[in-house]
T-cell receptor, first 110, second 112 residues
Framework: GQQVMQIPQYQHVQEGEDFTTYCNSS?????IQWYKQRPGGHPVFLIQ?????EVKKQKRLTFQFGEAKKNSSLHITATQTTDVGTYFC??????????FGTGTRLTIIP | DAGITQSPRHKVTETGTPVTLRCHQT?????MYWYRQDPGHGLRLIHY???????DKGEVSDGYSVSRSKTEDFLLTLESATSSQTSVYFC???????????FGPGTRLTVL
């Protein structure tokens, strides 16, 4: 089946530092979505990217979709303790079901 | 959050026993999904449903069955639980008019 690779698996940053997680697919995606899961919680939808080269921002979070629609990134500027959690990308291949990446667990060192 | 509940929220059972997890939604959405979440594997699709009595397999369906007799309920059954099925199970529903999914609170299942 189709796969979405996500790196890194873990990231520890000092509070105030930036954070980036990356997703890659070997085949073109119809769209890519990002979810956040707080410790002990459930995944919550953040955003969806559809267009080639698309960039969207939500306050300190910047989401990008690659020109070839095979990769995406989530960048957080000046991390805060509220950013702690696991960030998942999820890719849609054609009309198939969403395929989730393995997630990046972000921990913040105060 | 979308109106999704899961029951039970926690369960400990023994190998070989049957287990049924329930997902209930109040949104009248057509699509419902069952995922399992394990460290290093992210979220993996077990089964999904695209309507009453319409279900299909996901990537990790072996050892699991599902049923959907009403729009609002999607049941996941482990006919004979094994230790490899110890996991956190999430139900999700398909948002109206989009591809985005809304997740329930999860069920933590431990098979001893």
């Amino acid at each position: 089946g189709q796969q979405v690779m996500q790196i890194p698996q873990y990231q520890h940053v000092q509070e105030g530092e930036d954070f980036t997680t990356y997703c890659n697919s070997s085949t073109t995606l119809s769209n890519i979505q990002w979810y956040k899961q707080r410790p002990g919680g459930h995944p919550v939808f953040l955003i969806q990217l559809v267009k080639s080269g698309e960039v969207k921002k939500q306050k300190r979070l910047t989401f990008q979709f690659g020109e070839a629609k095979k990769n995406s990134s989530l960048h957080i500027t000046a991390t805060q303790t509220t950013d702690v959690g696991t960030y998942f990308c999820a890719g849609l291949f054609g009309n198939e079901k969403l395929t989730f990446g393995t997630g990046t667990r972000l921990t913040i060192i105060p | 959050d979308a109106g999704i509940t899961q029951s039970p929220r926690h369960k400990v059972t023994e190998t070989g026993t049957p287990v049924t997890l329930r997902c209930h939604q109040t949104e009248n959405h057509r699509y419902m999904y069952w995922y399992r979440q394990d460290p290093g594997h992210g979220l993996r699709l077990i089964h999904y449903s695209y309507g009453v009595k319409d279900t299909d397999k996901g990537e990790v369906s072996d050892g699991y069955s599902v049923s959907r007799s009403k729009t609002e309920d999607f049941l996941l059954t482990l006919e004979s639980a094994t230790s490899s099925q110890t996991s956190v199970y999430f139900c999700a529903i398909h948002g109206q008019g989009t591809d985005t999914q809304y997740f329930g609170p999860g069920t933590r299942l431990t098979v001893l």
